[in-house]
């Protein structure tokens, strides 16, 4: 399989954008579920402390229009991240040390999607307002481009596969939304070790 833009870019070949930055102004990581944690753990060498933390999220922060499903992972303003000081901990020089059991938001960027309904999604670019504002380096080498097969292509996916991890990824939403209040009164690795 060809090497994919994400890994190039990674790497540096590409002049070296980085989207494995926090997305998220205030907080020092990124947003995963539950079960992107227990892949984590269960595939690779690394421990829940290695990690994962709750980090607690302000009222303020709660306020707004933001996706469905990011509110929805909130149990007591808390949420579970992928902590690194404003970077992926699994960034390398040469690129993700996870790539085959990263979180799924990282396997959905640039791509989003919208449920049009059950089973079925719309995927699409959130397009910023100009090229050099993107940044992924697809969004800005083919800035509002509407071939999504072909962008698509550029991370070795398809529409059918970027299909199928949309539906995973909602049934992980939906299983961490059934878990997450276990949090409130057991520690992270008891709620992996329990139900994964």
């Known amino acids: 399989m060809a090497e994919s833009y994400c890994s190039k870019c990674m790497k540096g070949l590409y002049g070296s954008l980085d989207c ?3 997305p998220f102004i205030n907080y020092p990581g990124f947003l995963i579920t539950l079960s992107d944690a227990a892949r984590i753990v269960k595939n690779t060498n690394y421990s829940l402390n290695d990690f994962a933390r ?43 040390k996870i790539y085959e059991h990263r979180p799924m938001m990282c396997r959905l960027f640039p791509f989003w999607f919208k449920k049009k309904a059950a089973g079925v999604f719309d995927i699409f670019i959130d397009w910023g307002s100009s090229a050099k504002d993107e940044q992924c380096l697809i969004c800005r080498k083919h800035f509002k481009s509407e071939d999504t097969g072909f962008l698509l292509s550029l991370i070795n996916e398809t529409e059918d596969s970027m299909m199928k991890t949309i539906k995973q990824f909602n049934e992980e939403i939906e299983l961490h939304k059934k878990l997450k209040h276990e949090l409130e009164n057991k520690k992270l690795k008891e709620v992996i070790d329990e139900n994964f």
């Open 20 to 22: 494995c930055k926090s």
């Open 54 to 96: 709750i980090i607690h999220v302000s009222d303020e922060d709660m306020k707004g229009d933001d996706e469905a499903y990011f509110k929805e992972l909130v149990f007591n303003n808390k949420f579970l991240y992928l902590y690194g000081e404003r970077k992926c901990p699994f960034r390398g020089r040469d690129g993700c």
